[in-house]
């Protein structure tokens, strides 16, 4: 027996009477009633209305009809546990409808019993809360969102701070490099592409007399300011190096003062690129070089004087040797003929040195001149050529001549091109050991529109690690020192400042052991004219 007493004994409710109050509360909930075993016997206008299926569809139907996985099935089971032994109960539900939509149902599922007290049916009065779950859902959503926000907020405070930091170390750095270029010694001027000064340290003025207030806005070493005391060429070049082809410039510039007065400056000017390789600005730092400009000058200068004054007695005694040696004086023993050819040439090797000591301090002193006229220029090789063919052959070495035939007459300084001739087929045999080759060429390169010469060896090459030294004044490889050849170092300088100052271009390839190849250019229009108060090689 059941302990629960039937609602009907208790209100003397009649069935119509429960079916006017099913179809009372019908406007607001969804009503049900099912059997024992969930099988719909009957639905209101609201369920069916909610649920979108029929009331034919729904009837005999089990209430399963309506689930939508969302719940757990714990919570049906204690559901059943719960009204099967007489208790109600109420839950929230997320149903399915019948074209898949979901709708939320706050439901309470009451038994039914018999006027015996046995369970007869179910009845489930449900109340839409879609709206409400869809606000509760909205509020977590709306949460998470807020949570998220929060999040990236956080993320972009710490990139606040991060970026900060950064920036004030970045603002400590340069505070630095403006307090290095505040006192830097060295003359420091930042300018724009175009060489418009944007920056200089306060050191210009001490260098130039001018203020850095009056120079910024101005073009960086134009006549309007310190510069424009080279030739033209030199600017030209200046900038083709900066500004073309994108590379540091280094090396002497003549400046003058606001005063007037003149000044040499070691510059070295960079150009400052940005990510697409293009010129951002350029930085120049300069420094006052006159004094070590003037040391070096008297040092030069005394070279100069030295080697004039050497080259009377060295004249003296080469002629007296000459004397002794063609016997107008007496016949000399094979000894004593012996010991003035050895002096003979060991004042034969002052002299060159001597000589090339000249022609250094020529070099340094000034522009030397160079005085193109047309040339045969086979002609001359062929004569440098006969004038070492006999130390050639003496070495038993293989000498090859690749002479271009037609090659026309050239605008060039025969005096200078016979220095450059000389010392590098010299060189090539001197640094060949006995049976090697040599072969020498000279030929027109149309494309190029030059004339190229080349002396190729297959000596002692050059040390790869010494080889950017090879141009430098008195350098000697140290193969070239153990070989036990004569050299003083000074060949190749002076060969390197001819055919630079003169428009051409030399180098060469080498490796050590195997042999050297160097190689002259010079243009098809010539030599370049340049006037001079000094002649080489004389
Ligand atoms: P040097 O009087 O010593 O020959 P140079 O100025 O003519 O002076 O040459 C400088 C150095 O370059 C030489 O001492 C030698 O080390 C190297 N050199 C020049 N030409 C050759 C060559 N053809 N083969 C190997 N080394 C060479």
New binding site residues.
């Given amino acids: 027996m059941n302990k629960f007493t039937p609602i009907q004994k208790i209100n003397h409710l009649e069935d119509t009477d429960y079916r006017a109050l099913l179809d009372a509360v019908g406007t607001t909930a969804l009503v049900s009633v099912t059997d024992t075993k969930g099988t719909i016997l009957y639905v209101n206008k609201k369920f069916i209305e909610v649920s979108q299926y029929t009331a034919e569809e729904l009837i005999g139907e089990n209430h399963r009809i309506l689930k939508s996985g969302h719940q757990p099935d714990s919570m049906f089971v204690e559901l059943w546990q719960a009204i099967s032994s007489g208790g109600i109960w109420r839950g929230e539900i997320k149903n399915r409808a019948k074209d898949g939509s979901y709708y939320w149902v706050d439901t309470s599922i009451a038994p039914i019993f018999t006027e015996q007290g046995e369970l007869h049916r179910y009845i489930a009065v449900r109340f839409l809360i879609s709206d409400k779950k869809a606000f509760e859902a909205g509020i977590i959503e709306q949460n998470r969102n807020l949570d998220k926000t929060k999040k990236a907020m956080l993320n972009i405070l710490e990139d606040i701070e991060t970026e900060k930091e950064r920036a004030e170390r970045l603002a400590q750095d340069l505070k630095k490099f403006q307090l290095a270029a505040q006192y830097s010694t060295d003359q420091i001027v930042i300018t724009d592409a175009e060489g418009v000064i944007v920056y200089a340290n306060p050191i210009l003025e001490t260098l130039t007399g001018f203020s850095v207030e009056e120079s910024l806005g101005k073009k960086a070493g134009s006549p309007e300011l310190w510069g424009g005391c080279m030739d033209e060429d030199f600017y030209a070049d200046l900038w083709r190096i900066v500004k073309t082809e994108k590379k540091s410039f280094t090396g002497k510039i003549e400046n003058k003062r606001k005063d007037g007065e003149r000044y040499w400056a070691s510059a070295n000017i960079s150009p400052i690129l940005d990510e697409t390789g293009e010129v951002t600005f350029f930085v120049a730092i300069e420094r006052d070089v006159t004094r070590e400009q003037e040391i070096d000058q008297a040092k030069t200068e005394f070279v100069s004087l030295a080697s004039h004054q050497l080259r009377t007695p060295l004249s003296t005694i080469n002629w007296y040797a000459e004397i002794l040696l063609d016997g107008s004086t007496g016949k000399l023993t094979k000894e004593q003929k012996e010991y003035v050819e050895q002096m003979y040439a060991s004042n034969q090797r002052m002299v060159d040195l001597v000589n090339s000591l000249l022609d250094v301090s020529r070099i340094e002193l000034g522009t030397f001149q160079v005085e193109p006229v047309p040339t045969d220029i086979i002609e001359l090789a062929e004569s440098v050529l006969k004038e070492q063919r006999l130390e050639a052959d003496k070495r038993k070495l293989q000498l090859k001549t690749v002479f271009d035939p037609k090659l026309p007459k050239i605008d060039i300084d025969p005096r200078l091109l016979r220095m450059v001739f000389q ?1 590098l087929l010299s ?2 045999i ?3 050991p006995d049976g090697g080759s040599v072969t020498y060429e000279v030929r027109k390169d149309a494309r190029k529109k030059q004339v190229v010469f080349r ?1 190729a ?1 297959s ?4 040390p790869r690690r010494q080889q950017k030294r ?1 141009f430098s004044k008195l ?3 140290d ?2 020192r153990e070989s036990e ?9 002076i060969v390197k400042s001819v055919v630079e100052h003169s428009g051409g271009a030399i180098s060469f390839t ?1 490796t050590e052991g195997k042999g ?1 190849t ?1 190689t002259v250019r010079i243009p098809l229009s010539g030599m370049v004219k340049k006037e001079g108060t000094k002649e080489l090689g004389s």
């Fill in positions: 010392n060189n090539a001197k640094y060949t002396v060896d000596g002692i090459g050059i090879i350098f000697r490889a193969n070239a050849t004569d050299g003083n170092g000074l060949g190749l300088y080498s050297t160097f």
